[in-house]
Every structure is written in C-alpha cells, then in structure tokens.
C-alpha cells in the first residue's frame, strides 16, 4: 500500500510540474469520479469473478510543442477503494468466497503527432501499478489433505507491475482559446506490455516472482464548456480493457515440499466517468 501511495504522489507532483502555455495552445486538467472494475480469473477447472466500484482522480496536460507536435502527461490513481465479494467455481460450481479490493496508480505519457491541428497519431509509454487485495476467505469444499500447504489464508494481495508501448488515434480541440465555447476530447489506444511481472503475498509465495505477457485496448472520451476565460468544465468517460497471460511456472518450496505456481490468465475491465475541470492561464 506505501508504494502505491508512493507511486501515485509522485505520479500527480509530476504532471503539475509542467504549465501549457495559453498564448500556443493547450491545458492543464483534474478529473474525479467513479470507476466500476470486473476482474475475471481463468485456470483450467476454475474461475472466479468480482465487480468492484471505487472513487479515481485523474490529472494531468496537453502541452504544445510546436505546429506538429504535442505531448501529453497524466497519471491515474483509485481513491479510497471499494471492497466486493469474489466468487471462485469448479466443475461442482460455487467453491469459495473472498472479499476483494482493487487499487490502481498509472502514469502515461504520449506524443501527439499532429495530422490536422485537431487529429492526431499518438505513442508513448506507460506505467501501471495493480494490487488485488483478498481478506475473508470461506471454502465450501472439504480441507486440504493432512501435509499439503495451505497458501490462501487471512489476507493476502496480488501485485502487478506493468510497463506499456501505447499507439493510437486521438482527437482535441487542443485549446481552450477557440472562438467556440466547447472543448472536445476523444482517444482510442492499444498497448503492448514492454515488461510486465507479479509478487504475491500469499504464505509460501512472498518469494517468487511471475513473468507474464498480455495486451489492453482503450477509448476515452471528453468534452468541456467555457465557463471563464481560460477555464472550462464538462465530463469524461473511459473504457479499457486489459487481458493477462497466464505467467510461466514458478516451482516454490515450502516445508520440503515442491509446488508448482502459476498466475492464471486474467480479463479486467474498466468503466469510469466523472467531472472534470481545464484550465490554462
């Protein structure tokens, strides 16, 4: 949880440290609202699934480089997560429950090569920072046999790190100094995981380390209103969705015995909307 807060301070201190400039084009912005998370695990003969809903800010800029080129930075991170409850099935159907919690930080920068001063191609890194957290477990099938570990009790948290090549399309109006009042925002990005692994603190697991591929899609849309020279307010909406390979084998040794681990294949998605404010002084 401290390098999550961690990631996500330094994250926001950074895109504030940069000012559009008013005269070229360009804004600043900050967006808060509501992001509702379905998390979907696949392993052969079991699956789970939770829906999760949690408070997120957004914040970040557009900033002019020149006629053909702009650069853009902001950084996600979820406030105050939500908790749900997981459900895992086997082929005899409901075989354990868990609470779930689901906190994310992420940093993208991008470069806006402009085609028209309003369309753009974009590409550009991107960092993400995942934690599942899981607490109150309760199994519906008989225990384990006598000697064979027990890796999933009381509380235990996933974490994926994540860096990203994103390539897209993108549409802004790029100023908030046009001659019409109303600002527009559209992306659509497909990302490529460039390294990409997960730790687990479950008992027996604090020491291994999973590599895994995968890919993610993205569309984002906004608008905003003129409500005073250089500054505007208006909404946004985002969908992403992101798909986990399930990671290679990692052979973990607890109490003498060996154990094969895996981190299944994943499918997450991300819906939010909120408010959100421009400005550009």
């Known amino acids: 949880m401290k390098k999550t807060v961690l990631a996500s ?9 940069f000012a559009p400039s008013a005269a070229a084009g360009g804004y600043s912005y900050f967006r808060a609202g ?18 999760v809903t949690s408070p997120v800010i957004n914040t970040g800029g557009l900033y002019y480089v020149n006629p053909f080129l702009d650069f853009s930075l ?15 099935y086997d082929a005899k159907g409901l075989m354990q429950t868990n609470k779930y919690q689901y906190l994310r930080t992420s940093t993208n920068a991008l470069l806006h090569f402009k085609m028209t001063p309003q369309w753009r191609i974009v590409a550009g890194p991107a960092f993400s920072y995942q934690t599942h957290k899981r607490f109150g477990k309760e199994s519906f099938r008989p225990p384990l046999p006598e000697g064979t570990h027990e890796f999933f009790t009381n509380t235990w948290e996933e974490t994926s790190t994540d860096i990203f090549l994103d390539m897209g399309i993108a549409y802004d109006t790029g100023t908030l100094s046009n001659a019409s009042p109303w600002q527009y925002q559209f992306r659509a990005i497909y990302g490529l995981p ?6 687990n603190t479950a008992a027996g697991l604090e020491e291994a380390t999973f590599y895994e591929s995968g890919h993610r899609a ?7 209103y003129r409500v005073y020279p250089g ?11 992101e798909n986990r390979e399930q990671s ?4 973990v040794t607890v109490d003498d015995k060996r154990y094969s681990a895996v981190v299944p294949e994943a499918d997450t998605w991300h819906y939010s909307a909120g408010v959100q404010l421009l400005w550009n002084f």
């Open 9 to 17: 301070a330094l994250a926001l201190a950074v895109t504030g440290a």
């Open 34 to 51: 509501f992001e509702n998370v379905t998390y979907d695990e696949h392993y052969p003969g079991i699956s789970s699934s939770v829906t």
């Open 74 to 88: 902001e950084a996600l991170a979820t406030f105050s997560p939500g908790s749900s409850q997981e459900d895992w």
């Open 194 to 199: 460039i390294w990409s692994y997960t730790t």
């Open 218 to 224: 993205n569309l984002e849309a906004g608008f905003s």
């Open 231 to 241: 500054v505007s307010v208006g909404a946004f909406f985002n969908a992403t969705y």
């Open 248 to 251: 290679d084998v990692v052979i």
